[in-house]
């Protein structure tokens, strides 16, 4: 079992940056990005293979960028351009599973307690 530490969460205008990051506790495979805003459903917003490979949802392309540090098992999310509508609680994610859809919160076993973003405009 895993466990996922976010930080790196806070507020921000627009057009501000931040950076999320998650430790993890020991090794994991595939890592995913979510967030949740209050009254809406859990969304994939980024994912990342041990290799490196990335996806990304349409709404954060061009602006997010998910890395990680297969070393310290730390995956990171930098998180430029923000939007008022980037506000959400942001969570990390595990699973060791290939197959499915990055983006379904349903493939993932391990979660993050969560990071507050919020974007004022």
């Known amino acids: 079992q895993v466990q996922l530490v976010e930080s790196g969460g806070g507020s921000v205008q627009a057009g501000g940056s931040l950076r999320l990051s998650c430790a993890a506790s020991g090794y994991t495979r595939l890592m995913g990005w979510f967030r949740q805003a209050p009254g809406k459903e859990r969304e994939g917003v980024a994912f990342i293979y041990t290799s490196g490979s990335t996806y990304y949802a349409d709404s954060v392309k061009g602006r997010f960028t998910t890395s990680r540090d297969n070393a310290s098992n730390t995956v990171y999310l930098q998180m430029n351009s923000l939007k008022p509508e980037d506000t959400a609680m942001y969570y990390c994610?595990?699973?060791?599973?290939?197959?499915?859809?990055?983006?379904?919160?349903?493939?993932?076993?391990?979660w993050g307690q969560g990071t507050q973003v919020t974007v004022s405009s």
């Open positions: 994610a595990a699973r060791y599973s290939y197959g499915g859809n990055w983006y379904e919160p349903n493939e993932y076993a391990y």
